[in-house]
């Protein structure tokens, strides 16, 4: 192994978004402007990750560009998709009772989520120069590994 | 032959790690993929990589 690069993930390819949701049973909701949420902020979630300190206007929650929803459960709170100004995507949820259904699909902290879209562009990006995806490994630690072989 | 292993963590954060390139051939190899999921925050070079950079050296050395 010659060099180990550690990457923030954004969220830049609504493609690869959609196709994630598909994966885990979510339901894309294309140009749905507002998510379902608790309705009030109530100041009562500081934590690193907290939308509000991670450049989501506390204001502006439940507003979004596109949404993501439990098919089938009209209870369950969605994740909002949010347009940044650097044309890369936020989600922002309410973990609120697990979303009353939406983590158990979505992962907690939307991990599954994130973990179906990042598999979903790296296979994507890798395919088109030339490598083809061989596997995927689950890690003791939680990690989870994707093998790509060029020849 | 070589390969890349993108590496999902549980904070979130992903790695990109290549096996069988070295030197600048292995950064070219990962630039799309790193691109494409988002901001590069850490990147270390392994002994690999430098072991081969130290081979092209002397070679360029003893060509002169």
Known sequence: ?151 | MHKIVVKILPNGKTEVSVDGLHGASCKDATKAIEAALGKVVDDKKTSEYHKVAKVDANLRQEGS
């Open chain 1, 1 to 151: 192994m010659s060099h180990v690069a550690t990457v923030d993930i954004e969220i830049k390819s609504l493609e690869s978004l959609r196709a994630a949701c598909a994966a885990l049973g979510l339901d894309f909701r294309e140009g749905q402007k507002t998510y379902k949420w608790y309705g009030t902020w109530m100041r009562d979630y500081s934590s690193e990750n907290a939308a509000y300190r991670n450049g989501i206007d506390p204001s502006k929650y439940g507003h979004c560009d596109h949404a993501i929803g439990v098919p089938g459960n009209d209870r369950a709170y969605e994740v909002g998709v949010v347009l940044q100004q650097d044309g890369s995507y936020k989600l922002v949820w309410d973990f609120y009772c697990g979303g009353f259904g939406l983590m158990d699909l979505t992962g907690h902290d939307c991990s599954k989520l994130m973990k179906a879209y990042v598999g979903d562009v790296a296979k994507r990006t890798l395919r088109k120069k030339g490598y083809s995806f061989v596997g995927t490994k689950e890690l003791a630690d939680g990690s989870v590994e994707l093998l790509f072989n060029h020849a």
